[in-house]
């Protein structure tokens, strides 16, 4: 069965850096569109980053463009998301994404980044 796994979330200072991590396994992850979201209390949940299969294209909502990295490696089938620059605001549960070539939506089960001073 699909799954995806989240981790390398915590609690760092503003300024500071994390990468999230995403292992997935379960289905053609090569193939698959990756994106992070993510959802910060008594908020909606919000896109990210994303990245395309093939061509490695990459977006970025406007509020983390410049600060965060979406990366993907498929030999290890696993997503990145390079956090720099972390703000307060940026505190939020983190969550995988995958969108199957063939149909399909999938969830991780999220892990939680908190930046406070």
């Known amino acids: 069965q699909v799954q995806l796994v989240e981790s390398g979330g915590g609690l760092v200072q503003p300024g500071e850096s994390l990468r999230l991590s995403c292992a997935a396994s379960g289905f053609t992850f090569s193939t698959s569109v990756m994106r992070w979201y993510r959802q910060a209390p008594g908020k909606e949940r919000e896109f990210v980053a994303g990245v395309i299969s093939a061509s490695g294209i990459t977006n970025y909502a406007d509020s983390v463009k410049g600060r965060f990295t979406i990366s993907r490696d498929n030999g290890k089938n696993t997503l990145y998301l390079q956090m720099n620059s972390l703000k307060s605001e940026d505190t939020a549960v983190y969550y995988c994404?995958?969108?199957?070539?063939?149909?399909?939506?999938?969830w991780g089960q999220g892990t939680q980044v908190t930046v406070s001073s």
């Open positions: 994404n995958a969108v199957l070539r063939h149909g399909g939506n999938y």
